[in-house]
């Protein structure tokens, strides 16, 4: 086991150096980097980095959307013992400006749509343009930087910088298991998000871990779409395939989803649900618009007839062409970074392709618990529709326990869920200058990650909720809003749902806050002959909604509808960010409509 990035980066070079390490489509051709030229391009801007005034342990930040130049980037940091703070490009000004000054970082990496907001305020002191069109830019001469010192300057002149002295210090340089890798800033509102310190012990135990559930071999071409600053495709989607010498593919357009799948035919596919959600839908939308929705159908009824009978698959053979148009060697798709409806799961392996699902925090670099695969189980047995809604068993050397949350009135003995604690050598090092909040994240060298969950006989995990989020109604019962969601998200008329607590009457209620879908629900009044008017659209969706949670016992279905015409607000990974939900929200039809023609909603 390699126990730093930069000796992974080390061995992979020697082992594959003329094999495509990363590769993405520029016009009508890719750009590729071999592992030999990965490992030359990345040393090369760790050099230039120490020629400009890089020391041990100093931070670099990364905000530009996935690329060569991001890859080449994080690893040349690394090799010069440097500390990553990867920052979602599409925060506003301000939250990238307060993630950089709270890291205290010194050189920064930014594509030129991020550029307009890296503020002249921020004591930086190189700032590297990544873009097909950067320009040097002289900082005296006015712009944003306004400070001498602050040079910026497009990437292959940063590459430039190198000396021979900077090489042998490079050169020298030794990179230890236990130093810090990154600093990863948790989802959150500006002031909330934390920095999850990340040493290079962390990020390996987990990529060694992984492929001990999850096979990931050099032969496997993966399909990387999801932002590299989220620790879950950084792990498992760049740290992994470095490690095993698999060929990574970059996309940064879900618009161009299937002309890349059809291209590289990855066999890995990582997404998360809502990603997941959406490429189900538009297979639906594909059969509908070609007159085929009815065959569609028909094919999944026979596909789970067959399976409930015998237990044997046959959706690789009933949707061939479907597989085909995926690049027909999709071996496995792995869901994570939110909570995966099990109806999304099950959708997927009528279809012939199974879905696993895994789970894991930022603090955790981050999986704790993966679904193994076990091809012959899922095209022979009905393993894994016996197996919905488990996020699987622990990786290898991580453990997994339960406490109580008295403040939520949750108790393991008699509820048989609780709090999940995790401890292993994926567990961080604490948060960045928060001394205070790591304490309280820890008991011992068990880290709390605020999920509820339980565990069954043979140990796979099953999350509930947030222990944070668990509304306690005025009778004591306790409602877990995920699992509401997950319910009333079942209905192709909900887009986006989000379950909220409000005092009435001074009575604890709970309320459903809907998003609904423009096309679904359209489609419906069109069938039963009805007017669009907001009247019309809250009964119907008041009534789906009831129909949803007619499963779920009374105290924990939905007091009342909540109408937005507007998309939830979404992490990065297009989860509903519950922290930015409000209670009130307006609705106006003509504004709902328009935001779905602007593409807001997905």
């Not at 879900?254 to 799948?261: A, G, M």
Request: glycine share 8%.
């Amino acid at each position: 086991m390699q126990l730093t990035i930069p000796s992974t980066l080390d061995e992979a070079a020697r082992r594959f150096e003329r094999k495509t390490a990363f590769q993405i489509k520029d016009g009508r051709e890719f750009k590729r980097l071999t592992y030999g030229e990965l490992r030359q391009q990345a040393r090369a801007f760790g050099s230039a980095l120490i020629a400009a005034g890089l020391k041990r342990g100093d931070k670099v930040g990364i905000v530009c959307e996935n690329s060569l130049e991001w890859i080449v980037s994080y690893l040349g940091i690394s090799c010069a013992a440097g500390i990553g703070v990867p920052v979602y490009y599409d925060l506003g000004a301000t939250e990238i400006e307060e993630a950089l000054r709270r890291a205290e970082v010194r050189f920064a990496v930014v594509s030129e749509k991020v550029l307009p907001k890296i503020s002249d305020r921020l004591p930086l002191e190189m700032v590297v343009v990544v873009g097909p069109g950067a320009e040097a830019r002289d900082a005296s001469g006015g712009g944003l930087f306004r400070r001498p010192r602050a040079r910026v300057l497009p990437f292959e002149a940063a590459l430039a910088l190198a000396t021979h002295e900077s090489d042998t210090t490079l050169a020298e340089t030794v990179v230890e298991p236990e130093d810090l890798a990154s600093i990863v800033y948790t989802s959150g509102t500006t002031g909330g998000a934390k920095g999850v310190m990340l040493s290079h012990r962390n990020f390996m135990s987990n990529v060694e871990a992984v492929p001990k559930a999850l096979t990931v071999t050099p032969s496997d071409s993966i399909l990387l779409l999801l932002p590299l600053h989220h620790s879950y495709p950084f792990t498992v989607e760049f740290l992994l395939p470095l490690s095993v010498g698999a060929t990574v593919t970059i996309e940064n357009d879900l618009v161009r989803i299937r002309d890349r799948l059809a291209e590289v035919k990855p066999s890995v596919f990582l997404g998360v649900p809502a990603l997941l959600d959406i490429m189900y839908r538009a297979v639906r939308a594909q059969a509908d618009a070609q007159g085929r929705g009815k065959i569609f159908e028909k094919g999944l009824n026979i596909v789970r007839r067959t399976k409930q009978r015998t237990g044997v698959n046959i959706g690789p053979f009933i949707f061939r062409e479907l597989h085909q148009r995926l690049g027909g060697n999709l071996r496995f798709v792995a869901s994570g970074g939110a909570a995966l409806n099990p109806n999304t799961a099950l959708n997927f392996q009528l279809l012939g392709i199974p879905v696993l699902q895994g789970w894991g925090l930022t603090e955790t670099s981050p999986i704790v618990c993966a679904q193994r695969f076990y091809p012959a189980r899922f095209r022979f047995t009905n393993y894994y529709e016996r197996q919905l809604g488990t996020v699987g068993r622990p990786l290898p050397g991580v453990e997994v326990d339960l406490i109580d949350v008295p403040e939520k009135g949750i108790h393991v003995k008699l509820h048989n869920e609780g709090e999940l604690i995790t401890r292993g050598p994926n567990v961080m090092q604490g948060y960045w200058k928060a001394e205070t909040e790591t304490r309280a994240a820890m008991i011992g060298d068990w880290f709390r990650t605020g999920d509820v969950g339980r565990m069954d006989k043979d140990g796979y995990v099953y999350i509930t909720s947030r222990a944070k989020y668990v509304i306690v109604l005025d009778s004591g019962e306790k409602v877990h809003p995920d699992e509401v969601e997950e319910a009333v998200q079942r209905s192709p008329l909900i887009e986006d749902v989000c379950v909220i607590s409000r005092k009435v009457r001074e009575k604890t209620q709970t309320f459903a806050v809907v998003y609904p879908n423009v096309a679904a629900v359209s489609e419906r009044l069109s069938v039963d002959g009805r007017e669009l008017d907001e009247s019309t659209l809250r009964t119907l969706v008041e009534s789906e909604v009831d129909a949803m949670e007619e499963a779920l016992a009374p105290y924990k279905r939905t007091s009342g509808l909540v109408l937005t015409d507007t998309p939830l607000p979404k992490t990065a990974i297009r989860k509903v960010w519950r922290e930015k939900v409000g209670e009130e929200y307006s609705f106006d039809v003509k504004r709902w409509q328009d935001n779905a023609l602007a593409g807001l909603g997905t």
